[in-house]
């Protein structure tokens, strides 16, 4: 099992921008995949982005391509995720997660394709 810590969540004003980043425990980080998801109140978990285990494939939700940019340092066991002309629809709870082994092109935004979980940071964006 992976222990996932994410932090810098924060309040900012809608149009900027902050990262939130994620520590991950042990020493297979590079060799799986990484994902962010985030869940506003009253609403479901949903699937925001998602990176390789390299770092050389990433995907976006479309809410949120081209504002947001995920990357990860294996040297630090560390995932990010960059947010700018930040709305205040992407006030949530930010998780980050340990993607499955296997990938799959039709699920990858599911919850389900995703193990161990972080704690969440909370991003609030005012209007």
């Known amino acids: 099992q992976v222990q996932l810590v994410e932090s810098g969540g924060g309040l900012v004003q809608a149009g900027g921008s902050l990262s939130v980043s994620c520590a991950a425990s042990?020493?297979?980080?590079?060799?799986?995949?990484m994902g962010w998801f985030r869940q506003a109140p009253g609403k479901e978990r949903e699937f925001v982005s998602r990176?390789?285990?390299?770092?050389?494939?990433?995907y976006y939700a479309d809410s949120v391509k081209g504002r947001f940019t995920i990357s990860r340092d294996n040297a630090k066991n560390t995932v990010f995720l960059r947010m700018s002309s930040l709305k205040p629809e992407d006030t949530a709870v930010y998780y980050c997660?340990?993607?499955?082994?296997?990938?799959?092109?039709?699920?990858?935004?599911?919850?389900?394709?995703?193990?161990?979980w972080g704690q969440g940071t909370q991003v609030t964006v005012s209007s």
């Open positions: 990176i390789s285990s390299s770092g050389a494939n990433k």
């Open positions: 042990g020493r297979t980080f590079s060799s799986y995949a």
């Open positions: 997660a340990r993607a499955r082994e296997s990938f799959s092109a039709k699920a990858y935004r599911s919850a389900a394709e995703y193990t161990d």
